[in-house]
């Protein structure tokens, strides 16, 4: 009778952890148009978090150093608009020249291919109709310009609560134990993510600047765009860089005349990106995550399934938040040691009263 009695716990214990899971999933993905720009916000105001905790070291007082951690985020936001304002009526100029030499290609790919797959293509584009995804474009960019308007107002306020959090805590427990773990908690979520957004936004401008020396040398057009694609495309873990790679490099074969330039541009880029992304990266990476590679892949795959691209780009930070969390949490501590790379290093960051391993052994 025992037996079966812990047999049924067990099997309703796991019973709710799938349920949960279930809802927390559904959440997720029917949550997105509200959950998205909260989470945009939250990582936004712990950049400028960090930047302001960084002036006041400098000895800038509170509300200017928090003014102008805003105000370096907005240049940087106005110089992208620049970059890419700049080039529209060049990529205007050109785009009847690459769509002239995209047909060339075209027919030439379609002569190779026999005439049966070639009457099949040129089918497919005859009932191709551009117009009937303006609707959608037009829909797409009115939703991104209220996401932005949202953001903004979410990091106003965000920003204005900062400082009063550490109050309300307090207040939540009456425990000044328990108040304090959760106090290195979240202190210990915020530096994660600020070292994993500042070390990946080097490596990101190492890559830009590293891709835009190739691509200006071999005098590809658009130079400063790709670049500044590239830099937010390495956000993205994996798929980014392939994307970075492809799309500079199929430029090229549609604007020069010979195929060359194409591959030069493939394999300088590639290499760049395996070395900066397989060999520089991980060796600051591994000791900022400690997140599994099968981990990072998962969760690209998963928040990016939920959320799009958007979800592409927050994949690591949300997954490296949760590993932090659940390395808080004794009993979701099993989650932690599951998600990490090097269970000594999550538990090195356990609070103190929890870790009963002998110093001997490194803790």
């Not at 709710?16 to 993905?29: K, P």
């Not at 006041?56 to 007082?61: E, I």
């Not at 890559?207 to 005098?219: E, M, P, Q």
């Not at 949490?329 to 960051?349: C, K, Y």
Request: proline share 4%.
């Amino acid at each position: 009778m025992l037996a079966d009695s812990r047999d049924d716990s067990s099997i309703r214990r796991v019973a709710f952890i799938l349920l949960t899971l279930a809802i927390i999933v559904i959440g997720l993905v029917y949550g997105r148009p509200f959950l998205v720009p909260i989470v945009i916000a939250i990582l936004i105001t712990i950049l400028v978090g960090a930047g302001a905790d960084r002036l006041k070291r400098l000895g800038l007082p509170e509300p200017l150093a928090t003014l102008s951690a805003v105000l370096i985020l907005l240049i940087g936001i106005a110089v992208v608009f620049n970059v890419l304002a700049a080039q529209t009526d060049a990529v205007a100029q050109a785009w009847p020249r690459y769509i002239e030499r995209l047909n060339i290609l075209a027919d030439q790919l379609l002569r190779w291919a026999g005439p049966r797959l070639a009457s099949k293509v040129n089918e497919a584009l005859a009932n191709l109709d551009l117009m009937r995804q303006v609707p959608g474009l037009v829909g797409s960019a009115g939703g991104f310009l209220v996401n932005v308007v949202l953001v903004t107002i979410y990091v106003g306020f965000l920003l204005a609560e900062r400082g009063r959090l550490s109050g309300k805590i307090d207040l939540l427990f009456s425990n000044t134990e328990h108040a304090s773990e959760m106090q290195r908690g979240i202190t210990s979520i915020s530096e994660s993510i600020r070292r994993y957004l500042w070390i990946k936004t080097i490596m990101s401008l190492l890559t830009s600047a590293v891709s835009y020396a190739v691509l200006r040398a071999i005098g590809v057009d658009f130079a400063e765009t790709w670049a500044l694609i590239i830099f937010f495309l390495n956000y993205i873990p994996s798929i980014g860089a392939i994307i970075g790679v492809a799309f500079p490099a199929l430029l090229a074969l549609v604007q020069f005349d010979t195929l060359w330039q194409c591959f030069t541009i493939a394999a300088l880029l590639a290499g760049a990106q395996l070395i900066i992304g397989n060999v520089i990266e991980p060796s600051l990476m591994g000791r900022t995550l400690n997140l599994s590679p099968f981990i990072v892949m998962a969760s690209l795959a998963f928040w990016a399934m939920i959320w799009g691209i958007v979800g592409a780009f927050l994949s690591i930070p949300l997954t490296t938040s949760l590993v932090i969390v659940c390395s808080h949490i004794p009993s979701l501590r099993w989650g932690a040691v599951l998600l990490s790379a090097e269970s000594r290093m999550m538990l090195e960051t356990l609070p103190l009263r929890e870790n009963t391993r002998a110093p001997e052994e490194g803790l």
